[in-house]
C-alpha cells in the first residue's frame, strides 16, 4: 500500500515537472522580445561608469532586480487569484507599452531628440571631472537601472501569468518563480559579459605582447574589441523588433477584432500562414505603437 501512495506521488510529481517545463518553455518564447530589450537596455545602462565598477553596479542592479520580482512575482499572483480579468487588462497595457516603447525607439532613429554623441561625450567629461561626484552618479545610475527593471520586469510577469491562464495554481507559483529567477540570473549574466568585452579584448591585445600564442590571443583581442559595439546594436535592433512582435502578438491574441484580422490575414497563402501570422502582429504592434508615441510627441508639444 505504502509503495504504491510511492509510486502514484512520484507520478503526480513527474506530471507536475512536465507542465512546468512545458509552460515554462511556452512562457520564454512570449518574454523573448521584453528580455532581449532588457539585456540591451541594461548593458547601456552601465556605460559611464569607470571600469573597475562595471561589475559591481550590475551586481547591485540584479540585488535590485532580484527585489522587484519579489514584489511583483507575489502581487501578480494574488491579482490573477482574486481579480483574474485584471491580468487580461494588464496584459494589454503591457503590450501597448512594448509597442510604444519599440516606436520610439524607431522615430528617435529618424527624429532624433538628442545627440547620441554628445551624450558620449559628457559621459566620458564625467569620469575625468575630478568635481563630479562619482560615488553618487554611481548609485544614481544604480537607481535609474532598478526603477527601468522594475518596468520591464512588470511586463516580464504580467506576460508570463498571462500564458498561465488556466494553469492551476502550484503550476503558476513554480513557472512564475522559476522564470523570474533563471532570467534574471541569464540577463545580468549576460550583461556582466558583454560590458567586460572590451577588456578582455584589450587584455588580450596586450598578453600577445609577450608569450606564446601570439597571433592567436592578437586576432581574438581584435575581435572582441571590434564585437562590442557591433553587439550591442545587434541586441538593440533585435530586440526593438522583438518587442513589436511580442507586443502586437499581445494585442491580437487579447483584442477580439483584431485577432479576427489576423487570423484573416494568416490564411490568406495557407503554406506560409505562420510567416504571415507573425508579420500581422509585427504589423498590428508597429501601427499601435507609432499612434502612441505620436499621439503623446503631440500631447507634449501641445502641452509646453
Request: hydrophobic share 55%.
Amino acid at each position: 500500500m505504502a509503495g504504491a501512495n510511492l509510486l502514484a506521488l512520484i507520478d503526480d510529481i513527474a506530471t507536475l515537472l512536465d507542465d512546468v517545463a512545458m509552460m515554462s518553455k511556452m512562457a520564454a518564447k512570449k518574454t523573448a522580445g521584453v528580455l532581449g530589450d532588457d539585456l540591451a537596455l541594461n548593458a547601456n545602462q552601465v556605460q559611464g561608469v569607470k571600469p573597475d565598477r562595471e561589475i559591481p553596479v550590475v551586481w547591485a542592479v540584479a540585488k535590485g532586480s532580484f527585489i522587484n520580482k519579489l514584489i511583483l512575482v507575489p502581487a501578480a499572483l494574488l491579482i490573477s487569484a482574486f481579480v483574474p480579468v485584471l491580468i487580461t487588462v494588464l496584459l494589454v497595457l503591457g503590450g501597448l507599452y512594448l509597442c510604444f516603447e519599440g516606436a520610439e525607439k524607431v522615430l528617435h532613429r529618424f527624429l532624433p531628440h538628442s545627440d547620441t554623441a554628445e551624450e558620449a561625450d559628457a559621459r566620458l567629461n564625467n569620469l575625468a571631472d575630478a568635481s563630479i561626484d562619482l560615488v553618487q552618479m554611481e548609485k544614481d545610475k544604480i537607481k535609474g537601472a532598478i526603477r527601468t527593471d522594475f518596468i520591464l520586469s512588470a511586463e516580464i510577469v504580467v506576460i508570463t501569468l498571462g500564458s498561465l491562464q488556466g494553469a492551476d495554481l502550484t503550476t503558476q507559483i513554480l513557472v512564475l518563480s522559476g522564470l523570474s529567477i533563471a532570467f534574471t540570473i541569464g540577463v545580468y549574466g549576460l550583461v556582466a559579459g558583454i560590458v567586460k568585452m572590451d577588456d578582455l579584448g584589450l587584455y588580450l591585445l596586450r598578453k600577445s605582447l609577450t608569450g606564446g600564442y601570439n597571433s592567436a590571443q592578437r586576432l581574438a583581442g581584435r575581435f572582441l574589441l571590434t564585437a562590442a559595439p557591433v553587439l550591442m546594436k545587434v541586441l538593440s535592433f533585435v530586440g526593438t523588433i522583438a518587442m513589436f512582435l511580442v507586443g502586437g502578438g499581445i494585442l491580437t491574441h487579447s483584442i477580439p477584432f483584431l485577432h479576427h484580422l489576423a487570423e484573416s490575414v494568416s490564411q490568406l497563402v495557407p503554406p506560409i500562414a505562420l510567416i504571415l501570422s507573425i508579420v500581422a502582429d509585427g504589423i498590428a504592434g508597429l501601427i499601435a505603437g507609432t499612434i502612441i508615441a505620436l499621439a503623446l510627441a503631440i500631447f507634449n508639444k501641445a502641452r509646453s
